[in-house]
Protein backbone atom coordinates (compact mmCIF):
# COMPACT_ATOMS: atom_id res chain seq x y z
CA UNK A 1 0.00 0.00 0.00
CA UNK A 2 1.55 3.37 -0.61
CA UNK A 3 1.08 6.13 1.81
CA UNK A 4 0.94 9.73 1.84
CA UNK A 5 4.14 12.21 1.59
CA UNK A 6 3.14 14.71 4.46
CA UNK A 7 1.08 14.52 7.52
CA UNK A 8 0.10 17.93 9.15
CA UNK A 9 -0.36 18.69 13.25
CA UNK A 10 -2.91 21.77 13.60
CA UNK A 11 -1.83 24.34 11.13
CA UNK A 12 2.27 22.74 10.95
CA UNK A 13 2.89 20.38 8.05
CA UNK A 14 5.77 18.06 7.85
CA UNK A 15 7.41 16.73 4.98
CA UNK A 16 6.80 13.08 5.66
CA UNK A 17 4.84 10.98 8.00
CA UNK A 18 7.62 9.20 9.47
CA UNK A 19 8.59 11.07 13.35
CA UNK A 20 11.37 10.65 15.41
CA UNK A 21 10.40 9.28 18.88
CA UNK A 22 10.98 11.08 21.91
CA UNK A 23 13.80 8.61 24.16
CA UNK A 24 15.65 9.46 27.18
CA UNK A 25 19.10 9.31 27.06
CA UNK A 26 19.16 9.65 23.52
CA UNK A 27 17.25 11.97 21.30
CA UNK A 28 19.38 15.05 22.46
CA UNK A 29 20.67 17.60 20.38
CA UNK A 30 23.40 15.53 18.58
CA UNK A 31 21.12 12.87 18.03
CA UNK A 32 18.61 14.72 16.69
CA UNK A 33 20.74 16.78 13.94
CA UNK A 34 22.56 13.43 13.08
CA UNK A 35 18.50 12.37 12.35
CA UNK A 36 17.61 15.30 10.41
CA UNK A 37 20.45 15.35 8.32
CA UNK A 38 18.91 12.29 6.48
CA UNK A 39 15.36 13.71 6.89
CA UNK A 40 12.40 13.15 8.89
CA UNK A 41 9.10 14.76 9.40
CA UNK A 42 9.56 15.86 13.06
CA UNK A 43 11.89 15.18 15.90
CA UNK A 44 10.95 14.81 19.55
CA UNK A 45 13.01 16.20 22.55
CA UNK A 46 14.52 13.87 25.58
CA UNK A 47 11.58 13.79 27.81
CA UNK A 48 11.60 16.43 30.37
CA UNK A 49 10.52 17.15 33.80
CA UNK A 50 8.16 19.67 34.40
CA UNK A 51 9.89 20.10 37.89
CA UNK A 52 13.19 20.67 36.67
CA UNK A 53 12.33 22.99 33.77
CA UNK A 54 11.07 24.91 37.44
CA UNK A 55 14.46 24.50 38.92
CA UNK A 56 16.37 25.73 36.16
CA UNK A 57 14.75 28.78 35.47
CA UNK A 58 15.95 29.16 39.22
CA UNK A 59 19.03 28.29 38.64
CA UNK A 60 21.15 28.87 35.74
CA UNK A 61 23.98 26.04 36.65
CA UNK A 62 21.15 23.30 36.30
CA UNK A 63 19.28 24.84 33.45
CA UNK A 64 22.97 24.09 31.48
CA UNK A 65 23.80 20.74 33.41
CA UNK A 66 19.99 19.84 32.00
CA UNK A 67 21.44 21.00 27.89
CA UNK A 68 17.43 22.12 26.95
CA UNK A 69 17.08 22.69 23.56
CA UNK A 70 18.86 25.81 22.26
CA UNK A 71 16.45 27.28 19.79
CA UNK A 72 19.49 29.65 18.05
CA UNK A 73 21.02 25.98 16.97
CA UNK A 74 18.06 24.12 16.76
CA UNK A 75 16.44 23.35 13.28
CA UNK A 76 12.43 22.91 13.09
CA UNK A 77 9.68 21.87 13.97
CA UNK A 78 10.51 19.98 17.22
CA UNK A 79 8.42 19.06 19.38
CA UNK A 80 9.73 19.02 23.51
CA UNK A 81 7.77 16.43 25.21
CA UNK A 82 7.18 17.29 29.08
CA UNK A 83 6.53 15.08 32.01
CA UNK A 84 4.55 15.34 35.34
CA UNK A 85 1.39 15.17 37.38
CA UNK A 86 1.14 18.79 38.98
CA UNK A 87 -1.26 21.16 36.27
CA UNK A 88 0.31 24.11 37.07
CA UNK A 89 3.65 23.43 37.30
CA UNK A 90 3.46 21.43 33.03
CA UNK A 91 1.89 25.19 32.77
CA UNK A 92 5.25 26.80 33.66
CA UNK A 93 7.23 24.31 32.07
CA UNK A 94 4.79 24.24 28.78
CA UNK A 95 5.29 28.24 28.40
CA UNK A 96 9.17 27.94 28.77
CA UNK A 97 9.66 25.79 25.91
CA UNK A 98 7.64 27.96 23.86
CA UNK A 99 9.37 30.79 24.81
CA UNK A 100 12.70 29.13 24.13
CA UNK A 101 10.91 28.23 20.35
CA UNK A 102 9.09 24.43 20.55
CA UNK A 103 7.21 24.22 17.75
CA UNK A 104 4.71 21.71 19.65
CA UNK A 105 4.64 20.45 22.93
CA UNK A 106 4.02 16.86 23.86
CA UNK A 107 2.33 15.89 27.26
CA UNK A 108 4.48 12.36 28.68
CA UNK A 109 1.10 9.76 29.36
CA UNK A 110 3.27 6.83 28.54
CA UNK A 111 6.51 6.58 30.15
CA UNK A 112 6.55 2.56 31.88
CA UNK A 113 9.76 3.95 33.90
CA UNK A 114 9.07 2.84 37.70
CA UNK A 115 10.70 6.35 38.87
CA UNK A 116 8.47 8.49 36.50
CA UNK A 117 5.17 6.48 37.48
CA UNK A 118 5.74 6.52 40.83
CA UNK A 119 5.64 10.36 40.99
CA UNK A 120 2.33 10.17 39.75
CA UNK A 121 3.18 10.93 35.94
CA UNK A 122 3.92 9.42 32.58
CA UNK A 123 2.08 6.49 32.23
CA UNK A 124 0.39 6.62 35.68
CA UNK A 125 -1.89 9.16 34.72
CA UNK A 126 -4.24 6.82 31.97
CA UNK A 127 -5.21 6.15 35.65
CA UNK A 128 -6.33 9.01 36.42
CA UNK A 129 -8.31 10.53 33.35
CA UNK A 130 -9.67 13.52 35.58
CA UNK A 131 -6.29 14.60 36.54
CA UNK A 132 -5.13 13.77 32.67
CA UNK A 133 -7.76 15.83 31.41
CA UNK A 134 -7.45 18.83 33.66
CA UNK A 135 -3.53 18.79 32.72
CA UNK A 136 -4.00 18.80 28.59
CA UNK A 137 -6.77 21.37 28.93
CA UNK A 138 -4.79 23.80 31.39
CA UNK A 139 -1.61 23.34 28.85
CA UNK A 140 -3.37 23.91 25.70
CA UNK A 141 -4.69 27.17 27.50
CA UNK A 142 -1.37 28.48 28.60
CA UNK A 143 0.66 28.30 25.00
CA UNK A 144 -0.50 28.91 21.58
CA UNK A 145 1.44 26.20 19.66
CA UNK A 146 0.04 22.53 18.99
CA UNK A 147 -0.40 20.63 22.53
CA UNK A 148 -0.05 16.29 21.67
CA UNK A 149 0.09 13.70 23.84
CA UNK A 150 1.84 10.42 23.88
CA UNK A 151 0.58 7.54 25.78
CA UNK A 152 0.16 3.62 26.01
CA UNK A 153 -3.04 1.33 25.46
CA UNK A 154 -3.76 1.11 29.00
CA UNK A 155 -2.05 0.64 32.39
CA UNK A 156 -2.46 -3.21 32.03
CA UNK A 157 -4.60 -6.02 29.95
CA UNK A 158 -7.41 -5.17 32.41
CA UNK A 159 -7.32 -1.25 32.01
CA UNK A 160 -7.10 -0.81 28.00
CA UNK A 161 -8.76 3.16 28.45
CA UNK A 162 -6.52 4.70 25.77
CA UNK A 163 -9.47 5.29 23.74
CA UNK A 164 -10.95 7.67 26.39
CA UNK A 165 -7.63 9.87 27.46
CA UNK A 166 -7.92 10.06 23.73
CA UNK A 167 -10.99 11.41 23.44
CA UNK A 168 -10.59 13.64 26.70
CA UNK A 169 -7.28 14.79 24.62
CA UNK A 170 -9.27 15.92 21.60
CA UNK A 171 -11.87 17.92 23.79
CA UNK A 172 -9.26 19.33 25.83
CA UNK A 173 -7.78 20.90 22.54
CA UNK A 174 -5.01 18.86 21.96
CA UNK A 175 -4.00 18.50 18.22
CA UNK A 176 -2.67 14.94 17.52
CA UNK A 177 -2.30 11.75 19.85
CA UNK A 178 0.31 9.21 19.87
CA UNK A 179 -0.22 5.74 20.41
CA UNK A 180 2.31 3.47 21.54
CA UNK A 181 1.12 -0.37 20.79
CA UNK A 182 1.71 -1.74 24.51
CA UNK A 183 0.22 -1.44 27.99
CA UNK A 184 2.24 -0.04 30.85
CA UNK A 185 2.79 -3.04 32.66
CA UNK A 186 4.34 -4.78 29.39
CA UNK A 187 7.41 -2.51 29.26
CA UNK A 188 8.81 -3.01 26.12
CA UNK A 189 8.44 -6.91 26.09
CA UNK A 190 6.10 -9.25 23.50
CA UNK A 191 5.03 -7.49 20.48
CA UNK A 192 3.42 -3.72 20.32
CA UNK A 193 -0.23 -4.29 19.08
CA UNK A 194 -0.43 -2.27 15.94
CA UNK A 195 -4.06 -3.41 15.17
CA UNK A 196 -5.22 -2.36 19.33
CA UNK A 197 -4.49 1.01 17.89
CA UNK A 198 -7.01 1.10 15.53
CA UNK A 199 -10.03 1.52 17.93
CA UNK A 200 -8.39 4.58 19.62
CA UNK A 201 -8.00 5.87 15.88
CA UNK A 202 -11.12 5.33 15.02
CA UNK A 203 -12.80 7.06 18.42
CA UNK A 204 -11.22 10.47 17.28
CA UNK A 205 -10.92 13.38 14.74
CA UNK A 206 -7.48 14.70 15.12
CA UNK A 207 -4.66 12.56 13.94
CA UNK A 208 -3.04 9.28 15.34
CA UNK A 209 0.46 8.83 15.36
CA UNK A 210 1.22 4.99 16.01
CA UNK A 211 4.16 3.65 17.72
CA UNK A 212 6.10 0.71 18.87
CA UNK A 213 8.60 -2.07 17.09
CA UNK A 214 9.15 -0.35 13.79
CA UNK A 215 12.65 -1.62 12.68
CA UNK A 216 12.06 -1.70 8.91
CA UNK A 217 10.05 -0.18 6.14
CA UNK A 218 8.07 -2.84 5.87
CA UNK A 219 7.26 -2.54 9.60
CA UNK A 220 6.00 1.40 9.10
CA UNK A 221 3.78 0.11 6.64
CA UNK A 222 2.24 -2.54 8.12
CA UNK A 223 1.52 -0.33 11.20
CA UNK A 224 -0.08 1.96 8.99
CA UNK A 225 -2.33 -0.58 7.44
CA UNK A 226 -3.20 -2.36 10.67
CA UNK A 227 -4.19 0.84 13.16
CA UNK A 228 -5.12 3.43 10.24
CA UNK A 229 -2.70 5.98 11.68
CA UNK A 230 -1.78 9.20 10.00
CA UNK A 231 1.99 8.89 10.68
CA UNK A 232 4.80 6.20 12.50
CA UNK A 233 6.82 7.35 15.26
CA UNK A 234 10.26 5.38 15.33
CA UNK A 235 12.49 4.88 18.19
CA UNK A 236 14.78 1.86 19.34
CA UNK A 237 14.85 1.40 15.71
CA UNK A 238 17.06 4.29 14.73
CA UNK A 239 19.61 2.69 17.42
CA UNK A 240 23.04 2.91 15.39
CA UNK A 241 20.90 3.69 12.39
CA UNK A 242 19.89 7.30 12.41
CA UNK A 243 19.10 6.95 8.84
CA UNK A 244 15.88 4.49 9.49
CA UNK A 245 13.47 7.70 9.27
CA UNK A 246 14.79 8.72 5.60
CA UNK A 247 14.53 5.31 5.06
CA UNK A 248 11.31 4.41 5.77
CA UNK A 249 10.06 8.26 4.61
CA UNK A 250 11.38 7.28 1.06
CA UNK A 251 9.70 3.49 0.89
CA UNK A 252 6.16 4.91 2.09
CA UNK A 253 5.22 5.97 -1.05
CA UNK A 254 6.42 4.22 -3.33
CA UNK A 255 6.94 0.44 -1.90
CA UNK A 256 11.01 0.39 -2.88
CA UNK A 257 13.18 -0.33 -0.63
CA UNK A 258 16.25 1.91 -1.34
CA UNK A 259 19.40 1.29 -1.70
CA UNK A 260 21.28 4.48 -1.02
CA UNK A 261 22.71 3.67 2.47
CA UNK A 262 24.33 0.99 1.07
CA UNK A 263 26.96 3.56 -0.93
CA UNK A 264 27.66 5.42 2.23
CA UNK A 265 30.54 4.59 4.34
CA UNK A 266 29.03 4.37 8.10
CA UNK A 267 32.37 6.24 9.20
CA UNK A 268 31.68 9.58 7.75
CA UNK A 269 28.51 9.55 9.93
CA UNK A 270 29.86 7.90 13.08
CA UNK A 271 32.79 10.51 12.85
CA UNK A 272 29.86 13.92 12.71
CA UNK A 273 27.75 12.13 15.46
CA UNK A 274 30.37 11.65 17.76
CA UNK A 275 32.14 15.50 17.09
CA UNK A 276 28.88 16.89 18.07
CA UNK A 277 28.63 14.65 21.21
CA UNK A 278 31.75 15.90 22.58
CA UNK A 279 31.22 19.79 21.24
CA UNK A 280 28.18 19.27 23.02
CA UNK A 281 29.01 17.57 26.67
CA UNK A 282 33.07 18.34 26.37
CA UNK A 283 35.53 14.91 25.90
CA UNK A 284 35.06 13.76 29.58
CA UNK A 285 31.15 13.00 29.66
CA UNK A 286 30.60 13.46 25.38
CA UNK A 287 33.17 10.03 25.80
CA UNK A 288 31.07 8.69 28.12
CA UNK A 289 27.76 9.09 25.94
CA UNK A 290 29.32 8.02 22.92
CA UNK A 291 30.45 5.00 24.23
CA UNK A 292 26.63 3.29 24.14
CA UNK A 293 26.21 4.45 20.62
CA UNK A 294 29.21 2.95 19.09
CA UNK A 295 28.04 0.14 20.74
CA UNK A 296 24.74 0.18 18.31
CA UNK A 297 26.77 1.00 15.15
CA UNK A 298 28.96 -1.70 15.85
CA UNK A 299 26.42 -4.20 16.16
CA UNK A 300 26.57 -7.19 14.25
CA UNK A 301 30.01 -6.42 12.92
CA UNK A 302 32.65 -8.75 13.02
CA UNK A 303 34.79 -8.37 16.17
CA UNK A 304 32.45 -5.92 17.85
CA UNK A 305 32.58 -7.15 21.38
CA UNK A 306 36.31 -6.77 21.41
CA UNK A 307 35.59 -3.20 19.96
CA UNK A 308 32.99 -2.36 22.13
CA UNK A 309 35.08 -3.18 25.26
CA UNK A 310 38.47 -1.28 23.99
CA UNK A 311 36.27 2.14 23.79
CA UNK A 312 34.62 1.35 27.01
CA UNK A 313 38.52 1.79 28.36
CA UNK A 314 39.52 4.90 26.69
CA UNK A 315 39.43 8.42 27.95
CA UNK A 316 40.97 10.79 25.50
CA UNK A 317 38.83 11.89 22.19
CA UNK A 318 41.58 11.19 19.76
CA UNK A 319 42.38 7.87 21.06
CA UNK A 320 38.40 7.40 20.28
CA UNK A 321 39.27 8.62 16.89
CA UNK A 322 41.72 6.39 16.10
CA UNK A 323 40.14 2.98 17.13
CA UNK A 324 36.90 4.21 15.73
CA UNK A 325 39.21 4.66 12.13
CA UNK A 326 40.60 1.32 12.46
CA UNK A 327 37.43 -0.46 13.26
CA UNK A 328 34.81 0.85 11.21
CA UNK A 329 37.32 1.60 7.86
CA UNK A 330 35.44 2.18 4.51
CA UNK A 331 31.65 -0.30 5.98
CA UNK A 332 28.39 0.74 4.16
CA UNK A 333 25.84 1.68 6.24
CA UNK A 334 23.86 -1.20 5.01
CA UNK A 335 25.31 -4.17 3.61
Known amino acids: MVFARQFSIGNITFSSPVILAPMSGITDFPFREIVRSFGVGLVFSEMTASRAVIESLKNLKVRKRLHFFDATKEKHPIAIQIV????????????????????????????????????????????????????????????????????????????????????????????????HGRTRSQFYEGAADWKAIRAIKESIKIPLIGNGDVYAPQDAEQLLQDSGADAVMVGRGTFGRPWLCKKIADYLP??????????????????????????????????????????????????????????????????????????????????
Not at 122 to 150: C, D, F, Q, R, W
Not at 277 to 295: M, N, Q, S, T, V
Not at 309 to 318: I, P, R
Open 84 to 179: GCDPDIMVTAAKFNEQCGANIIDINMGCPVKKVVNTYSGAALMKNEILAGKIIEAVVKAVSIPVTVKMRLGWDSENLNAANIAKIAENSGAQCITV
Open 254 to 335: TNIVSDYFKSINLIHIIRKHIQMIIEEYGEIKGIFIARKHLGWYSKGIQNSANFRQAVNKLEKYKDLEFIIEDFFGNLPCEN
